[in-house]
C-alpha cells in the first residue's frame, strides 16, 4: 500500500504537467492555423473566393477558373517556396520556415515579383481591375514590410490576413457577391485573429508585431480595391 505522502507526490506531479500538456495542445493547433493561412497560400484562397463566390462564378467557366486559381498558386506560392527551399539547402537562409528577422529579405523581394506578375497575369486574362489591384496591394504590403523588417521584425501572416479581411471588405462593400457577404467577412475577420494568436503562441511575434501586419496589409488591399 502507498502512504498519503506517496499518492501526494504522485497527484502533484500529475498536475504539473497539466500546463505543459494543455501548452503542447495549443501550439499543435497554432502551428496548424500557421500552415493552412501561411502568406504563401493567403493569394490563391483570395483568387478562388473572389472568382466563386462573387458574380464572377456565373459569368467564367468553371475550367477558366480553375486555370486563374492554379496560375495564381504557382506564382505566389510555388516560386516563393522554390526560391527559399533553395536558400535554405545552400546555407543562405537558418530556417526554412523564414522565421528569422535576418532571413527574411530575399524571400520578401521574391514574393513582391510573385505579386506583380500575379497582377500582370490576371489584367492580361481580363479578370476586373478589382482582382489584379488585390495582388499589388499584397505586392505593396510585403514591400512596405521588407523595408520595415530590416529594423524591426513585423508579421506576414498578419500582413497576409489583413489584406484577405480588406478583400472581403472591397467585395461586400462594392456588391460584387451574389449573396450577403457579411458573413464570409465576418469569418475573415475571426480567422485573422486565430493566426494573429497562433503567432503569439508560437512566440514568432510580439502582440504589436502581429498588429502592425494585419493593418499594413488591410491598408494597402482596402485602399487599392475599395
Not at 23 to 45: G, Q, R
Request: glycine share 8%; hydrophobic share 55%.
Amino acid at each position: 500500500m502507498m502512504t498519503e505522502e506517496e499518492i501526494y507526490q504522485i497527484y502533484e506531479a500529475q498536475e504539473s504537467k497539466k500546463p505543459t500538456q494543455k501548452k503542447s495542445v495549443l501550439e499543435l493547433w497554432a502551428k496548424i492555423f500557421s500552415t493552412i493561412f501561411t502568406p504563401l497560400l493567403i493569394p490563391t484562397y483570395g483568387a478562388f473566393i473572389a472568382l466563386n463566390f462573387t458574380f464572377l462564378g456565373i459569368v467564367t467557366s468553371l475550367s477558366t477558373r480553375v486555370i486563374v486559381v492554379l496560375a495564381i498558386f504557382a506564382f505566389t506560392c510555388m516560386v516563393p517556396i522554390s526560391v527559399i527551399a533553395l536558400l535554405y539547402r545552400y546555407g543562405k537562409i537558418s530556417d526554412p520556415g523564414v522565421n528569422n528577422q535576418k532571413d527574411r529579405l530575399i524571400p520578401y523581394a521574391i514574393t513582391v515579383l510573385s505579386y506583380l506578375a500575379s497582377a500582370i497575369y490576371l489584367s492580361n486574362v481580363n479578370a476586373p481591375k478589382w482582382i489584379p489591384m488585390f495582388m499589388i496591394g499584397g505586392g505593396i504590403a510585403a514591400l512596405v514590410s521588407a523595408l520595415i523588417n530590416l529594423k524591426w521584425k513585423i508579421s506576414a501572416h498578419g500582413a497576409a490576413m489583413g489584406g484577405l479581411v480588406a478583400l472581403m471588405f472591397a467585395i461586400w462593400a462594392n456588391g460584387y457577391a451574389t449573396f450577403n457577404y457579411m458573413y464570409i467577412t465576418c469569418i475573415a475577420i475571426i480567422l485573422a485573429g486565430i493566426v494573429g494568436t497562433s503567432r503569439l503562441i508560437l512566440n514568432c511575434h510580439t502582440l504589436g508585431q502581429v498588429l502592425a501586419g494585419t493593418l499594413n496589409g488591410f491598408l494597402w488591399v482596402f485602399i487599392l480595391t475599395i
